[in-house]
């Protein structure tokens, strides 16, 4: 996904750009808020960059890995912690008496610990390859002369 805004801040290999907010940055968590409808992102820089200048930043998406952290793996887990609960409940209570609670109870467990679990995995691992990147300089930026030729893509 590509999205255009300003460096406002050039670090040592990054930037900061500040862009408006998109729909699709209501589940994304790259960007940091800032108010008024503006996103800060932090992106690998291009030699040159100075506060001021408009950039493209390509925003990398790996679509398979988002739906199973989000959808496959919890429901894997709900119902791995659903099968647990009522086998161990048919063990410890044969009356049945405590079945869907802890069937209920055990699902909720799991599916609590999966979120916890890539809450954790994103936070060591999700920035390998996932970083966003400046692509270009767009036409208006501070240095005119260095704008490359706009491709199709």
């Known amino acids: 996904m590509i999205e255009r805004g300003s460096v406002v801040e050039v670090k040592s290999d990054t930037v900061v750009v500040e862009m408006a907010r998109a729909e699709a940055c209501d589940h994304c968590r790259c960007c940091i808020a800032i108010g008024d409808g503006k996103m800060h992102l ?7 960059l100075e506060p001021g200048d408009r950039v493209a930043v390509e925003v990398p998406i790996n679509r398979l890995r988002a739906v199973f952290l989000i959808f496959v793996l919890p429901l894997g887990a709900v119902l791995l912690g659903a099968l647990l609960g009522k086998t161990l409940s048919d063990a410890f209570f044969p009356d049945g008496g405590y079945a869907n609670l802890m069937a209920i109870g055990f699902a909720l467990v799991f599916v609590l610990a ?5 809450t954790v995995y994103e936070r060591k ?13 767009e036409p208006g930026s501070t240095k005119e002369e260095n704008v490359p030729e706009e491709t199709e893509e």
């Open 125 to 137: 691992t999700g920035a390998k390859g996932s970083q966003p990147y400046v692509i270009r300089r």
């Open 42 to 48: 932090e992106a690998k820089a291009l030699p040159g």
């Open 114 to 118: 999966t979120f916890a679990g890539i």
